[in-house]
Each structure stands twice: as C-alpha cells, then as structure tokens.
C-alpha cells in the first residue's frame, strides 16, 4: 500500500539527470518491477530479519532504527520521571486538600495542560529559554559521556542542558494526567479505614502519606504510565522534530516526507513490536504489584 | 428509605428545567460557550472579517515580510499581529487557517461518529460473535496512540485536506464505537427493546428507532472533548509536515510555517496561531467538562 504514494526515484536523482540516469536507480532499487515481485522480496528479507536498505542512507533500515533508538528511549524515560516527581506531589495535595485554592490552581493548570499544544509550547520554551534569556541550548543532543559502556546525554553537563527542555516538554503532556490520577487515588485511599486507623494511632501525617498512602496509589499510576510510556515515544516525534533531537521520531518523519519506504516500515514493525513487549510487561506487572488479579486468575 | 428515594426523585425532575437552567449560567459555561460562539463565527465569516485575503497573490507583496505586530504595510493597512516570511499579514492568515482546522476537525468528528455509531449500535444489539470480533478491533486500535496511527496512515495516503480527514475520522471511530456498544448493551436487556422484538419489529426498526435515541446521549459530551483533540492532531500532524497542504494552511501549519523564524527572533509568527489554537482547544474542552457536569443527573448542587 505503501507503494502508491509518489514516486521515490524523483527524490532520489536531481531532477536535471537524463532519463537513462533515472532508468538506471529505478533498477538498482529494484523498483521498475511489479508490486507483487517486489512484496515478495520484502517478505523473504523480512523472514530473516533484512526489512530492506534504506533509499536516502543505503544501509539496513532496522540497524538505522536501533542506532536512533537510545536517544529515543533517553528521552522518554526522563519525560516519565519528570512527571511523576512533578504530577505525583501535586496531585497528592489536591487529593489532601479538595478545597484549597491551590487545588483549584491545580486542576485549573491541568486542563489547561491538555489544552495546550505540545509542540507549540515547545517553540515557546525555545523563544523564552534560548532566545531571550540564552540559557538553554535550542537544538542536539550535546557532547555525550561513556558510563558502563552506554553512550549517554546524561552524563555530560552539556547533555544534560540539551536534555532539559525537550524532556520538560515530553513530560507536561504527562503531568497533568498523573495529577488526576494521585488525585483520584489519594480521595480513595484516604477514605479506608486502614488510613483512620493509623490517625487514630496519632502517626504524624508525613508518615501517613508516605508510609500508608503512597505504596497504595502508586500501583495504579505505574501500571498506566507503563502503557503510556509508548505514547511518550509516539509523540516523542513532535518533541525531536522541534529540538532537532537525533533519535527515532525524527528519523522517520524524514523518512516519510521523503518518501524512504524501508524505514518507515521497518519503524512501523519495530514500534509494532515494543507495544506488545510493553504490554506484556504491565500485564505482568500487575499480577505482581496486586495479588487479586492473580488469585482470580487462578480460579478462571 | 424507598419513599425518600422516590420523592427525591420526583423533586429533581420537577426542577429538571430550573436546574438545567441554572447549570448553564455558570460562570465557566457562559465563557467558554461565549468564546467558542465568536470562535466558529469568525471562522465562517472569514473572507468579510479578514483585513485582507492571504491567499490572493496580487494583495501580498514581499516587501512587507516579517513585519512586527503593529507596524503599516506597504499599501498602508496596519498589520495588527505582524506579517510573515512571505509578507502576509498573520492575523488574515490566523482566521482563515481556523476556517481550515474547523472544517477538518469537525467533518472528521462526524465521519467517526457514524461509523462509531453503527459499529457500535450493530456490536451491542446482536452481541456474541460479532461483537467480539468487532470489540477485539476496536481494543487494538485503542492500544496504540491517536498520533501514531495518524502518522502512519498519512505516511500511507499522501498529503491532502480530505486525506487528513480520512485519517482523523479512521482513528477516532474506535472510541465512540466502544462507548456506544456500552450505552447499547443496557437499553438493549430493557424490556421495551424486548416488547419491540416480540412485536415482530424488524432488526433494522428496532435499532434505528429504539435503541439509536436511547443510546446516543453519552455520546454529546464524548464529541465535543473529541474535536478538540481532533483539532490538536491535526495541527501537530501539519506541523510535522504530513497534514494538509500548504497550499491552504491551518493553524498548525502556521505555526510550523513561523519555526523556521524563531531563533532570529520573529515570534510572532509562530506565537499568534498558537495562541489562537490555544483559545479554541481550551473553549471547547471546558465547554465539555461543562455539559458533563450539566447532563449528569447525579451532580445536581
């Protein structure tokens, strides 16, 4: 299907070439032959993991991908821990305090939060932070340090500046939904009798809240951020695409809009893949953080 | 106990009206409804409240480009909001680019809805075999996000308005579909829906005149919050460079049309049509918390 949109081959070759120049990448790509042939090549590559070459790189599309993967990830699984530092606090004191007028500026901020488009909040951060005041650079990744073998932004302060703005702006699309849940959460927990107990022991409330509270809202919030987590990398294409960020979603908005077929489907499978694992994973996860789902598992 | 429950219930009906009415003149709803109102209105009435047509190339003239928020064009109009890189003048640009994002997200909203409706009117009534099936579909499009599938479907069909709306319709039907089917699966075990079926009423009759007005109701507020987030997609999508052409702009288009002058410091371009994207997701999602709470029976005080 991929296959109908636009012809590569005007991407590839400067559009001043003879026509016997253009005849001949056609055949190197193996494009002048019919759609059926052509699929058929694919799935005897992609049976033994070979999803292609890419048109614009000439190399394997999914080692391209795997290459790109770790700034990805990186980023994402800082957006993750920026929300819930930010959104768990805030959304424990709105579910401690329903009446406040610092719960109202919460919850305000939060669908506000929803409200407000990512990526133009995203140009907004650069004007503020890069333009006027200089503080933080626009776009990179920055000088990378080697810890354990892992090439990271994390462990170079130049990283880590080129790191703060595009993880924020990841994260505030989260934060606001981790604030709903604590809220909602903590309004529940607060109400059993096992929290009235512990006041009527006379603990202090700091004890309560992390003691008591916090391992029970938390089961819930770490099995949804867990499957969000492959939102954040879906949407991790608009963050990169704004800071010029090197990893898998600007890869393959590239690779769209120049039309290089193996990567974006080799992006698609590879995606495809990570969603399932994921999955999985909180499915497992809550079996072993919530003893009920496993018992009534057993009786079905 | 149980006389207390009924008179209490009776009450509320008696005030149905009233309360309904003083729900609406909350401060909340009258704003966001007001602003949502001048919103659509100067989206449809755009050609007579632009200053000028951005897309007539005799009126935009080069030797206006980027000009700040304020200062007098070469004909002598003012630019209120600035112009662009090309010297079109940004709030002209502004109003005819919500034109685009409405039409977009609105055609889009309604496509899903019907096909929503219909798989999940079809998936509640009958149930069993079709329904699973149906469910399972709509479980897997759930499970990946909006934006991705958007991303890839548009990968897919090419660049257009009426691709974006193919695209926006396909990813959002899944949701209506499943609140529907639960809406559905309710009225369906009533006993009017079973009197109708002994009566003989066709399958067909039956839903479309029983179970399609009893089911529809969740869906009001499920619509409004669901533009809203079609707007966003599809500016994010236009953004990225894969939604509508450029050849007639929305909001996000602008927006990306402006990135590429921030870092010299032309902020408008980019700041304005975001705000106005801002305004118009924001309206809209307070509107429909609003009529939640006003359509909620139990949230009466």
């Not at chain 1, 990271?152 to 699309?173: K, Q």
């Not at chain 1, 949407?235 to 590239?254: C, H, R």
Request: proline share 5%; glycine share 8%; with cysteine.
């Amino acid at each position: 299907m991929i296959n109908f949109v636009g012809d590569p081959v005007d991407m590839l070759v400067n559009p001043e070439s003879l026509p016997e120049e253009i005849d001949r990448v056609r055949k190197d790509f193996g494009l002048d032959q019919p759609v059926h042939v052509q699929y058929w090549k694919f799935l005897q590559g992609a049976v033994t993991g070979n999803l292609g070459n890419s048109f614009i790189f000439g190399r394997p599309a999914l080692a391209l991908i795997i290459e790109r993967f770790p700034a990805t990830l990186e980023l994402a699984t800082c957006a993750l821990i920026i929300a819930i530092v930010v959104g768990l606090p805030l959304g424990i004191f709105a579910g401690l305090n329903p009446n406040s007028i610092g719960t109202r500026i919460i919850m305000g901020g939060s669908v506000l939060g929803i409200s407000i488009p990512t990526f133009w909040l995203g140009l907004m951060m650069i004007i503020v932070f890069s333009v006027i005041l200089g503080w933080l650079p626009v776009s990179g990744r920055g000088e990378m340090g080697t810890f354990l073998g892992i090439q990271s932004s994390l462990f170079t302060l130049d990283g880590l500046l080129h790191l703060i703005m595009p993880a924020t702006n990841l994260a505030l699309f989260k934060i606001a939904m981790v604030i709903r849940l604590a809220r909602a959460g903590t309004e529940e927990v607060m109400g059993f009798d096992f929290i009235k107990f512990t006041r009527a022991r006379g603990l202090p409330p700091k004890r309560i809240v992390s003691f008591h509270l916090l391992p029970n809202i938390l089961i819930p919030i770490i099995t949804v951020l867990a499957i969000e987590f492959g939102t954040l990398i879906a949407f991790a294409t608009v963050t990169e695409t704004i800071f010029a960020w090197p990893g898998l979603g600007k890869l393959v908005i590239e690779a769209i809009i120049n039309l290089d077929r193996p990567i974006v489907v080799a992006y698609l499978m590879f995606v495809v893949t990570l969603f399932l694992i994921l999955n999985l994973i909180v499915d497992i996860m809550y079996a072993v953080l919530d003893p009920r789902v496993r018992i009534k598992g057993e009786i079905q | 106990m149980n006389d207390k429950v009924i008179s209490k219930k009776n009450g509320v009906q008696n005030n149905n009206s009233k309360i309904i009415i003083k729900k609406f003149t909350r401060p909340a709803t009258i704003i966001s409804l007001g602003l949502l109102f001048i919103i659509i209105f100067c989206a449809v009435i755009a050609p007579f409240l632009a200053p000028t047509n951005p897309y007539d190339l005799k009126v935009v003239s080069i030797l206006d480009s980027r000009l700040s928020p304020g200062d007098s064009m070469f004909n002598g109009n003012v630019a209120w909001l600035g112009t662009d890189g090309a010297g079109r003048d940004v709030l002209s640009a502004i109003i005819y680019g919500l034109r685009t994002s409405l039409i977009v997200a609105i055609s889009s909203a309604l496509i899903a809805l019907t096909i929503g409706l219909i798989v999940g009117l079809i998936s509640g009534f009958y149930g069993g075999k079709i329904d699973s099936f149906l469910m399972r579909v709509v479980d897997i499009q759930l499970s990946f996000p909006a934006i991705l599938i958007a991303l890839v479907l548009l990968a897919l069909l090419g660049k257009g308005i009426d691709k974006v709306i193919i695209a926006l319709a396909i990813v959002q039907w899944a949701i209506y579909a499943r609140t529907v089917r639960a809406a559905a699966i309710v009225e369906r075990n009533k006993e009017y829906i079973q009197a109708a079926s002994c009566l003989g009423l066709s399958d067909f009759f039956i839903i479309w005149k029983h179970l399609l007005p009893n089911s529809i109701s969740p869906l009001i507020v499920l619509a409004t919050l669901q533009t809203a987030h079609s707007i966003s997609i599809e500016a994010t999508l236009s953004f990225l460079g894969v939604g509508v052409p450029i050849t007639e702009p929305s909001l996000g288009s602008l927006i990306s049309n402006g990135f590429d002058f921030i870092l010299s410091g032309a902020y408008w371009i980019t700041f304005f049509p975001g705000l106005m994207l801002l305004a118009t997701v924001a309206a809209i999602n307070i509107f429909g918390d609003q009529l939640r709470i006003i359509l909620n029976p139990r949230v009466n005080n």
